[in-house]
């Protein structure tokens, strides 16, 4: 049974995400400039939320806060490096240097942060559903964004609409596939699960202040101030409302 849930939310982020990043392409370009601002908002509450209130607790329950800790140090600074070799990357300023780079960047990009992603969505219902859930709820959110940058950077680099949205399918699957060899590495390797959750919050944590949050901040002419406070604590306030209705 567990495993169907773990496959199910790992589906529902792969068809979810791409689905509703075409449907917000569709709108005018004004509309969609509106919405996607206020979902990196709101996707910034979920993962800050996740982080701290369920992530990172949990993984406290299981090992000593020193050596969590030291995870999600390393962590960030994992993250870092990597997004500056180009290997793992999130962005959603479509004027970036990795965005000029190219569509096969973008698809190799993205199929690698969702991998990484389907791993952590095991190893959180691995944990307990509750988590399990909170956790593909933030990732699903804080993906419709970036599905919506990488959809219209292929269109812009003379993709099809059909051809683009099947490479966009493709690279989402990863998903699954690194759900799947989660739950079969993790299931045996149980000692190592509060420090993949400590990787999560590490992960989370830097997605949300180096990504969401700057961009945030970059965006305060098309959003009031007052509105972008109030969907990063509708993120909150949902990921407290999914975890105490999974409990």
Known sequence: MLLF????????????????????????????????????????????????????????????PGPVMATVLVGVVLFFLMEKLLIWRH??????????????????????????????IAAAFLSSVSLGVATAIAIIIHEVPQEVGDFSILLDHGYKKSKAMGLNILSSLTT??????????????????????????????????????????????????????ALLLAGILTILLATGLNH
Request: proline letters at 3%; charged letters at 15%; aromatic letters at 8%.
């Open 5 to 64: 849930w773990i496959i199910f939310f790992s589906l529902a982020g792969t068809v979810g995400t791409v689905m509703g990043g075409s449907l917000i392409l569709l709108c005018s370009r004004l509309t969609r400039e509106k919405i996607l601002s206020g979902l990196l908002s709101y996707a910034a509450g979920t993962l800050l939320a996740v982080s701290f209130l369920r992530l990172l607790p949990e993984a406290l329950e299981m090992e000593k």
């Open 91 to 120: 962005c959603h300023d479509h004027d970036c240097e990795i965005h000029s780079a190219g569509g096969p960047l973008i698809l190799i990009g993205d199929g690698v942060h969702n991998f990484v992603d389907g791993i952590l």
């Open 176 to 229: 699954v596939l690194g759900a799947l060899l989660g739950y079969v590495a993790l299931d045996y390797l149980r000692p190592a699960i509060p420090y993949v959750l400590a990787l999560s919050a590490a992960s989370f944590i830097y997605i949300a202040t180096v990504d969401l949050i700057a961009n945030m901040h970059r965006q305060r002419r098309r959003q009031a101030p007052w509105a972008q406070v």
